[in-house]
Protein backbone atom coordinates (compact mmCIF):
# COMPACT_ATOMS: atom_id res chain seq x y z
CA UNK A 1 0.00 0.00 0.00
CA UNK A 2 2.73 2.41 0.91
CA UNK A 3 4.44 1.33 -2.37
CA UNK A 4 1.51 2.23 -4.12
CA UNK A 5 0.98 5.65 -2.75
CA UNK A 6 4.70 6.63 -3.42
CA UNK A 7 4.29 5.72 -7.16
CA UNK A 8 0.85 7.92 -7.33
CA UNK A 9 2.68 10.30 -5.57
CA UNK A 10 5.89 10.64 -7.93
CA UNK A 11 3.95 10.49 -10.69
CA UNK A 12 1.88 13.44 -9.63
CA UNK A 13 4.72 15.20 -8.84
CA UNK A 14 6.22 14.27 -12.45
CA UNK A 15 3.00 15.78 -14.19
CA UNK A 16 3.04 18.92 -11.79
CA UNK A 17 7.00 19.58 -13.03
CA UNK A 18 5.98 18.90 -16.97
CA UNK A 19 3.32 21.32 -16.12
CA UNK A 20 5.96 23.89 -15.54
CA UNK A 21 6.83 24.97 -18.82
CA UNK A 22 3.93 26.03 -20.07
CA UNK A 23 3.05 27.64 -16.69
CA UNK A 24 6.16 29.58 -16.99
CA UNK A 25 4.92 30.50 -20.32
CA UNK A 26 1.49 31.74 -19.52
CA UNK A 27 3.27 34.03 -17.35
CA UNK A 28 5.79 35.71 -19.18
CA UNK A 29 5.33 39.32 -19.40
CA UNK A 30 3.89 40.39 -23.28
CA UNK A 31 6.17 43.22 -24.41
CA UNK A 32 5.73 44.93 -27.29
CA UNK A 33 7.66 48.55 -29.32
CA UNK A 34 6.83 50.24 -32.21
CA UNK A 35 9.87 51.83 -33.49
CA UNK A 36 9.97 54.70 -35.81
CA UNK A 37 13.07 53.69 -38.21
CA UNK A 38 14.99 50.22 -38.12
CA UNK A 39 16.80 49.17 -35.38
CA UNK A 40 20.29 49.37 -37.92
CA UNK A 41 19.84 53.04 -38.27
CA UNK A 42 23.22 53.69 -36.30
CA UNK A 43 21.14 56.33 -34.29
CA UNK A 44 17.48 56.84 -32.63
CA UNK A 45 16.61 53.39 -33.07
CA UNK A 46 20.01 51.90 -32.52
CA UNK A 47 20.35 53.32 -29.28
CA UNK A 48 16.45 51.80 -28.37
CA UNK A 49 17.74 48.68 -29.89
CA UNK A 50 20.67 48.55 -27.42
CA UNK A 51 18.55 48.89 -24.75
CA UNK A 52 16.43 46.38 -25.87
CA UNK A 53 19.14 44.08 -25.74
CA UNK A 54 19.71 44.77 -22.37
CA UNK A 55 16.58 44.06 -21.24
CA UNK A 56 16.40 40.78 -22.91
CA UNK A 57 19.74 40.05 -21.30
CA UNK A 58 18.07 41.06 -17.42
CA UNK A 59 14.73 39.65 -17.98
CA UNK A 60 14.51 38.02 -21.60
CA UNK A 61 13.08 34.40 -19.77
CA UNK A 62 10.20 36.86 -18.19
CA UNK A 63 8.96 38.34 -21.20
CA UNK A 64 7.59 37.79 -24.67
CA UNK A 65 8.94 40.46 -26.84
CA UNK A 66 7.93 42.06 -30.26
CA UNK A 67 9.67 44.59 -32.43
CA UNK A 68 8.05 46.02 -35.33
CA UNK A 69 10.37 48.74 -37.21
CA UNK A 70 9.43 51.41 -39.54
CA UNK A 71 6.41 52.77 -37.70
CA UNK A 72 5.85 56.24 -38.75
CA UNK A 73 2.97 58.93 -37.88
CA UNK A 74 0.59 57.13 -40.50
CA UNK A 75 0.74 53.60 -39.44
CA UNK A 76 1.35 53.75 -35.68
CA UNK A 77 -2.48 53.95 -34.86
CA UNK A 78 -2.69 50.76 -37.05
CA UNK A 79 0.07 48.73 -35.39
CA UNK A 80 -0.28 49.56 -31.47
CA UNK A 81 -3.82 48.90 -32.08
CA UNK A 82 -2.89 45.72 -33.37
CA UNK A 83 -0.60 44.63 -30.54
CA UNK A 84 -3.70 45.73 -27.84
CA UNK A 85 -6.21 43.83 -29.62
CA UNK A 86 -3.70 40.54 -29.74
CA UNK A 87 -3.45 41.33 -25.26
CA UNK A 88 0.24 42.58 -25.05
CA UNK A 89 0.27 43.78 -21.42
CA UNK A 90 2.77 46.46 -22.54
CA UNK A 91 3.37 48.77 -25.45
CA UNK A 92 5.99 51.00 -26.03
CA UNK A 93 6.39 53.64 -29.18
CA UNK A 94 9.52 54.90 -29.23
CA UNK A 95 9.41 58.26 -31.19
CA UNK A 96 7.49 61.51 -30.83
CA UNK A 97 5.42 61.01 -33.91
CA UNK A 98 3.75 58.02 -32.42
CA UNK A 99 2.26 60.55 -29.33
CA UNK A 100 -1.35 61.05 -30.76
CA UNK A 101 -1.93 57.47 -31.75
CA UNK A 102 -0.48 55.72 -28.42
CA UNK A 103 -2.88 58.09 -26.56
CA UNK A 104 -6.07 56.90 -28.67
CA UNK A 105 -5.52 53.43 -28.42
CA UNK A 106 -4.76 53.49 -24.75
CA UNK A 107 -8.18 55.45 -24.20
CA UNK A 108 -9.78 52.32 -25.87
CA UNK A 109 -7.55 49.96 -23.62
CA UNK A 110 -7.60 50.91 -19.85
CA UNK A 111 -6.30 47.64 -18.94
CA UNK A 112 -2.89 47.46 -21.15
CA UNK A 113 -0.08 49.78 -20.05
CA UNK A 114 1.19 52.10 -22.59
CA UNK A 115 4.69 54.35 -22.86
CA UNK A 116 5.87 56.43 -24.74
CA UNK A 117 9.41 57.89 -26.05
CA UNK A 118 9.77 61.86 -25.81
CA UNK A 119 6.02 63.00 -25.44
CA UNK A 120 4.54 64.71 -23.17
CA UNK A 121 0.82 63.41 -23.05
CA UNK A 122 -0.53 61.02 -19.86
CA UNK A 123 -3.23 58.90 -18.70
CA UNK A 124 -3.55 56.28 -16.04
CA UNK A 125 -2.36 53.84 -18.39
CA UNK A 126 -0.15 56.23 -20.27
CA UNK A 127 3.38 57.08 -19.05
CA UNK A 128 5.61 59.42 -20.86
CA UNK A 129 9.79 59.25 -20.85
CA UNK A 130 12.79 60.87 -22.17
CA UNK A 131 16.25 61.11 -20.96
CA UNK A 132 18.28 64.76 -19.87
CA UNK A 133 20.00 64.91 -23.27
CA UNK A 134 20.77 68.53 -22.40
CA UNK A 135 22.77 66.95 -19.86
CA UNK A 136 25.41 65.57 -21.69
CA UNK A 137 24.78 68.54 -24.83
CA UNK A 138 26.18 71.02 -22.08
CA UNK A 139 29.27 68.57 -21.63
CA UNK A 140 30.26 67.89 -25.37
CA UNK A 141 29.88 72.05 -25.05
CA UNK A 142 32.12 72.28 -21.83
CA UNK A 143 34.63 70.36 -24.14
CA UNK A 144 34.50 72.09 -27.46
CA UNK A 145 34.93 74.86 -25.12
CA UNK A 146 37.90 73.66 -23.66
CA UNK A 147 39.82 72.80 -26.64
CA UNK A 148 39.03 76.52 -27.82
CA UNK A 149 36.37 75.78 -31.03
CA UNK A 150 34.46 79.08 -30.63
CA UNK A 151 32.69 78.78 -34.69
CA UNK A 152 30.70 75.90 -34.05
CA UNK A 153 28.32 75.13 -36.62
CA UNK A 154 25.00 72.91 -36.00
CA UNK A 155 22.95 71.00 -38.27
CA UNK A 156 19.62 70.98 -36.07
CA UNK A 157 16.27 68.51 -36.60
CA UNK A 158 13.17 69.99 -35.60
CA UNK A 159 12.57 73.59 -33.80
CA UNK A 160 10.69 71.92 -30.61
CA UNK A 161 12.08 72.20 -27.38
CA UNK A 162 13.50 69.32 -27.38
CA UNK A 163 16.68 70.00 -29.55
CA UNK A 164 16.29 73.89 -28.54
CA UNK A 165 16.86 73.15 -25.09
CA UNK A 166 19.93 71.08 -26.38
CA UNK A 167 21.72 73.93 -28.45
CA UNK A 168 21.25 76.47 -25.51
CA UNK A 169 22.72 73.74 -22.95
CA UNK A 170 25.23 72.87 -25.76
CA UNK A 171 26.38 76.76 -26.06
CA UNK A 172 25.96 77.54 -22.15
CA UNK A 173 28.74 74.73 -21.89
CA UNK A 174 30.77 75.83 -25.18
CA UNK A 175 30.79 79.94 -23.88
CA UNK A 176 31.86 78.43 -19.87
CA UNK A 177 34.49 75.73 -21.37
CA UNK A 178 35.96 79.43 -23.26
CA UNK A 179 36.09 81.01 -20.75
CA UNK A 180 38.09 78.58 -18.33
CA UNK A 181 40.50 78.41 -21.75
CA UNK A 182 41.16 82.17 -21.91
CA UNK A 183 40.08 81.71 -25.21
CA UNK A 184 38.97 85.62 -26.42
CA UNK A 185 35.11 84.62 -28.53
CA UNK A 186 32.52 86.86 -29.68
CA UNK A 187 29.74 86.06 -26.99
CA UNK A 188 27.05 86.42 -29.22
CA UNK A 189 27.67 84.51 -31.56
CA UNK A 190 30.11 80.93 -31.14
CA UNK A 191 27.30 78.54 -32.40
CA UNK A 192 25.48 79.10 -35.60
CA UNK A 193 22.58 76.96 -36.15
CA UNK A 194 20.92 75.48 -39.60
CA UNK A 195 17.54 73.81 -39.79
CA UNK A 196 16.96 70.37 -40.99
CA UNK A 197 13.15 70.00 -39.92
CA UNK A 198 13.90 66.51 -39.80
CA UNK A 199 14.67 63.69 -37.51
CA UNK A 200 16.89 62.24 -40.26
CA UNK A 201 17.44 63.36 -43.74
CA UNK A 202 21.10 61.88 -44.61
CA UNK A 203 21.67 63.63 -47.71
CA UNK A 204 20.33 67.03 -46.18
CA UNK A 205 23.11 66.29 -43.05
CA UNK A 206 25.85 65.94 -45.94
CA UNK A 207 25.08 69.08 -47.44
CA UNK A 208 24.14 71.32 -44.44
CA UNK A 209 27.07 69.52 -42.63
CA UNK A 210 29.54 70.39 -45.66
CA UNK A 211 27.87 74.14 -46.59
CA UNK A 212 29.19 74.62 -42.14
CA UNK A 213 32.40 73.54 -42.76
CA UNK A 214 32.86 75.14 -46.09
CA UNK A 215 31.86 78.74 -44.50
CA UNK A 216 34.34 77.83 -41.96
CA UNK A 217 32.97 76.47 -39.21
CA UNK A 218 35.49 74.99 -37.04
CA UNK A 219 33.66 72.06 -35.63
CA UNK A 220 30.26 70.57 -36.77
CA UNK A 221 27.20 69.31 -34.25
CA UNK A 222 25.39 66.71 -35.23
CA UNK A 223 21.79 66.52 -33.61
CA UNK A 224 20.30 64.23 -36.47
CA UNK A 225 19.36 60.45 -35.63
CA UNK A 226 21.89 59.37 -38.22
CA UNK A 227 25.55 60.04 -38.17
CA UNK A 228 25.66 61.43 -41.54
CA UNK A 229 26.58 65.06 -40.22
CA UNK A 230 29.74 63.86 -38.44
CA UNK A 231 30.86 61.92 -40.86
CA UNK A 232 30.92 64.70 -43.81
CA UNK A 233 32.73 66.99 -41.32
CA UNK A 234 35.52 63.91 -41.00
CA UNK A 235 35.68 64.04 -44.94
CA UNK A 236 36.37 68.03 -44.73
CA UNK A 237 39.03 67.51 -42.14
CA UNK A 238 36.59 69.43 -39.54
CA UNK A 239 36.32 67.62 -36.07
CA UNK A 240 32.46 66.93 -35.06
CA UNK A 241 30.30 65.92 -31.82
CA UNK A 242 28.27 63.51 -32.13
CA UNK A 243 24.40 62.15 -30.95
CA UNK A 244 22.37 59.34 -30.05
CA UNK A 245 24.93 56.80 -30.30
CA UNK A 246 28.87 56.69 -30.82
CA UNK A 247 29.25 57.78 -34.21
CA UNK A 248 32.66 57.06 -34.53
CA UNK A 249 31.91 53.49 -34.11
CA UNK A 250 30.45 53.79 -37.73
CA UNK A 251 33.95 55.65 -39.16
CA UNK A 252 33.54 59.31 -37.95
CA UNK A 253 37.02 59.05 -36.36
CA UNK A 254 36.88 62.62 -36.11
CA UNK A 255 34.35 62.65 -33.78
CA UNK A 256 35.45 64.36 -30.29
CA UNK A 257 33.22 62.72 -28.39
CA UNK A 258 29.22 61.65 -28.82
CA UNK A 259 26.32 62.24 -26.49
CA UNK A 260 24.67 58.54 -26.14
CA UNK A 261 21.63 57.88 -24.49
CA UNK A 262 21.19 54.70 -22.50
CA UNK A 263 17.57 53.37 -22.61
CA UNK A 264 18.37 49.78 -20.77
CA UNK A 265 18.48 50.81 -17.27
CA UNK A 266 14.58 52.52 -17.82
CA UNK A 267 13.27 49.48 -19.74
CA UNK A 268 14.25 47.48 -17.24
CA UNK A 269 12.86 49.07 -14.39
CA UNK A 270 9.34 49.67 -16.03
CA UNK A 271 9.28 45.69 -17.01
CA UNK A 272 10.46 44.67 -13.29
CA UNK A 273 7.45 46.77 -12.48
CA UNK A 274 4.76 45.99 -14.63
CA UNK A 275 6.32 42.15 -13.46
CA UNK A 276 5.98 42.53 -9.49
CA UNK A 277 2.50 44.73 -10.25
CA UNK A 278 4.21 48.24 -8.99
CA UNK A 279 3.56 49.83 -12.35
CA UNK A 280 2.05 53.00 -12.26
CA UNK A 281 2.23 56.18 -14.92
CA UNK A 282 4.67 58.38 -14.57
CA UNK A 283 6.21 61.26 -16.60
CA UNK A 284 9.99 59.94 -15.98
CA UNK A 285 13.16 62.51 -17.18
CA UNK A 286 16.44 60.83 -16.25
CA UNK A 287 19.40 61.81 -16.65
CA UNK A 288 23.46 61.29 -15.68
CA UNK A 289 21.94 60.51 -12.38
CA UNK A 290 19.53 57.96 -13.54
CA UNK A 291 22.26 56.41 -16.24
CA UNK A 292 19.90 57.80 -18.73
CA UNK A 293 22.86 59.97 -20.37
CA UNK A 294 26.34 59.30 -21.30
CA UNK A 295 29.14 60.49 -23.55
CA UNK A 296 30.75 58.35 -25.93
CA UNK A 297 34.42 57.25 -24.85
CA UNK A 298 36.77 60.94 -25.79
CA UNK A 299 38.80 60.76 -28.90
CA UNK A 300 42.35 60.83 -28.35
CA UNK A 301 43.02 64.26 -29.74
CA UNK A 302 41.13 65.38 -26.56
CA UNK A 303 43.57 66.25 -24.00
CA UNK A 304 43.78 64.41 -20.94
CA UNK A 305 42.99 68.25 -18.47
CA UNK A 306 40.07 68.41 -20.71
CA UNK A 307 38.90 64.89 -20.49
CA UNK A 308 39.77 65.48 -16.35
CA UNK A 309 37.46 68.92 -15.83
CA UNK A 310 34.98 67.37 -18.29
CA UNK A 311 34.43 64.19 -16.40
CA UNK A 312 34.48 66.59 -12.73
CA UNK A 313 31.03 68.12 -13.96
CA UNK A 314 29.22 64.76 -15.32
CA UNK A 315 29.94 63.50 -11.31
CA UNK A 316 28.31 66.56 -10.09
CA UNK A 317 25.45 65.55 -12.77
CA UNK A 318 26.03 62.00 -11.17
CA UNK A 319 25.04 63.26 -8.06
CA UNK A 320 21.80 65.14 -9.36
CA UNK A 321 23.38 68.53 -9.42
CA UNK A 322 22.13 70.17 -12.03
CA UNK A 323 22.70 73.93 -12.25
CA UNK A 324 23.36 74.12 -16.23
CA UNK A 325 20.16 76.54 -16.67
CA UNK A 326 21.02 78.38 -13.52
CA UNK A 327 20.51 82.31 -14.17
CA UNK A 328 21.02 84.94 -14.92
CA UNK A 329 20.43 83.58 -19.00
CA UNK A 330 19.56 86.12 -21.53
CA UNK A 331 17.91 85.24 -25.03
CA UNK A 332 19.30 86.13 -28.79
CA UNK A 333 17.35 89.86 -28.26
CA UNK A 334 18.92 90.48 -24.90
CA UNK A 335 15.99 89.75 -22.80
CA UNK A 336 16.79 87.95 -19.19
CA UNK A 337 14.83 84.55 -19.53
CA UNK A 338 16.23 83.33 -16.17
CA UNK A 339 17.41 85.47 -13.35
CA UNK A 340 20.16 85.38 -11.61
CA UNK A 341 19.83 83.99 -8.22
CA UNK A 342 16.85 81.42 -10.18
CA UNK A 343 17.56 78.42 -11.86
CA UNK A 344 14.99 76.74 -14.66
CA UNK A 345 12.38 74.95 -13.43
CA UNK A 346 11.28 71.18 -15.64
CA UNK A 347 8.79 73.01 -16.70
CA UNK A 348 11.03 76.02 -17.90
CA UNK A 349 12.92 73.59 -19.93
CA UNK A 350 9.44 71.14 -21.13
CA UNK A 351 8.59 74.48 -23.24
CA UNK A 352 11.90 76.06 -23.68
CA UNK A 353 10.93 77.97 -27.55
CA UNK A 354 13.84 80.38 -27.89
CA UNK A 355 17.91 80.68 -28.16
CA UNK A 356 20.13 82.04 -26.10
CA UNK A 357 22.78 84.86 -26.31
CA UNK A 358 25.93 82.92 -28.09
CA UNK A 359 23.66 81.23 -30.80
CA UNK A 360 23.61 82.91 -34.16
CA UNK A 361 20.27 81.86 -36.23
CA UNK A 362 16.73 81.90 -36.06
CA UNK A 363 13.64 79.69 -35.00
CA UNK A 364 12.13 78.96 -38.17
CA UNK A 365 8.05 79.40 -38.14
Known sequence: MIKRIITVLMAAALLACAALPAMAQAAKVKVAFAMLGTVDDRGWNTAHSKGIDYLKAQLGDQIELSITENVGPQDAERVIRNYAQQGYDIIFGNSFPHMDAIERV?????????????????????????VRLYQAEYLAGYTAGLMGFKNVGTVATHPIPEPIRGINAFTIGLKKGLTEAGVKFDPKKVNTVVWMKSWEDPIKETTLAETLAGRGHDLIRQMAD????????????????????????????CVLTSTTVN????????????????????????????DGVRLAPFNKAVPADVQAKVNAEMAKLQKGEDHIFAGPVVDQSG??????????????LLSMMYLIEGVSGSIPQ
Do not use: R
Not at 263 to 290: C, E, L, M, N, R
Not at 335 to 348: H, L
Open 106 to 130: AAEYPNIKFEHCSGYKMAANLSNYF
Open 226 to 253: TPESSLAACSQGVPAIGYGTDAASFGAD
Open 263 to 290: WGPYYVATIKSVIDGTWKAQAYWGGFDK
Open 335 to 348: KVTIPAGSQATDGD
